[in-house]
């Protein structure tokens, strides 16, 4: 439901498409093999925990477009501190969200979209694993996923 609904906004918007995602942690700093290593790291200390779309939404940014807000679950919180802690990047600001649409449009547009998505984009899911992606420009079809990895616990 969430991939459909990021396709149709892209095709009506005029925007990228791109996969459903919930940024843990962005703009690292160091190699790629320290971010490999680090995300090892993290997972081995990551529990399966729940994501919770709240409330469609929208900003002036770009990558904030239109998208659903995410509860600050005790857990997400905690993942975000303790990839913030490994990853040596304790200054990042985090607004869990679920992009829905990437894009430059007037407010009046953004809401009217979000007046017309469908119920289901709130919804919950599990996370399990936690994907290192290398992001080579502003356009999603230039990121490329390095490795995916499952939560020890």
Not at 97 to 118: D, E, M
Request: include cysteine; aromatic fraction near 10%.
């Amino acid at each position: 439901m969430l991939v459909q609904t990021i396709r149709e906004l892209a095709h009506e918007l005029g925007g990228p498409v791109f996969e459903p995602h919930v940024t843990l942690l962005g703009d690292l700093f160091g190699t790629e093999q320290e971010h490999t290593q680090r995300s090892r790291i993290a997972t081995r200390q990551l529990q399966p925990f729940e994501i919770i779309l709240s409330e469609p939404s929208y900003r002036t940014q770009y990558f904030q477009c239109l998208f659903m807000r995410v509860e600050q679950t005790p857990s997400l919180m905690s993942a975000n501190a303790l990839a913030r802690r490994i990853f040596q990047n304790p200054d990042e600001t985090f607004r869990p969200h679920l992009s829905l649409a990437y894009g430059s449009h007037p407010a009046s547009r953004k809401k009217a979209v979000i007046h017309n998505l469908p119920p289901d984009v709130r919804t919950s899911f599990e996370v399990t694993t936690l994907s290192l992606i290398r992001a080579d420009s502003r356009d999603p079809k230039e990121w490329h996923e390095i490795a995916t990895y499952p939560f020890a616990g």
